[in-house]
């Protein structure tokens, strides 16, 4: 089992690893906003402190077949499904050790794997996409479940 679907399952199985893993994400964030101020981080980005718990919840009652569109907000989501920091923050910094080596930066979280479809930066864009996987998934026969989380300004 890889260490990525190890931390996932860590999630799903006690309140304990779930608070921990919110107060990894808002760590994360921190560090993410510090490397952005100096300069570190190419391009912009998007932190979602405040939203810790719901990139947790949602990953503890997801099961690895089940699929997620991000926002450009996603740090904590890719975290919560089981990235480790080392990974997102490479990928913030367009290092090669990040979920898409390097190339999608902060906004651009992927890693199919884990079920993490490549995020967007459009508003509302996974809305769609979300429901072309659940229909996917209904057309093969299985029960997986495809959700989006769209965020803010999408309503």
Not at 99 to 119: E, K, Y
Request: charged fraction near 15%.
């Amino acid at each position: 089992m890889s260490t990525s679907m190890q931390r996932r399952l860590d999630v799903q199985e006690n309140e304990i690893a779930r608070y921990e893993r919110m107060v990894e994400i808002r760590e994360v964030e921190e560090q993410i906003f510090e490397l952005f101020a100096a300069g570190e981080v190419r391009g912009t980005t998007h932190l979602c402190q405040g939203q810790e718990a719901l990139a947790v919840g949602l990953a503890s009652i997801l099961r690895p077949t089940d699929t997620v569109l991000a926002t450009y907000r996603g740090h904590g989501i890719a975290l919560a499904l089981g990235l480790t920091p080392e990974v997102v923050l490479g990928e913030v910094m367009g290092k090669a050790i990040g979920c898409c080596g390097g190339v999608g930066g902060s906004m651009h979280m992927c890693d199919m794997s884990l079920g993490l479809l490549p995020t967007s930066t459009i508003v509302g864009a996974g809305i769609p996409i979300a429901a072309g996987t659940a229909l996917a998934f209904q057309t093969q026969g299985v029960d997986n479940v495809g959700v989006s989380v769209f965020g803010d300004g999408t309503t």
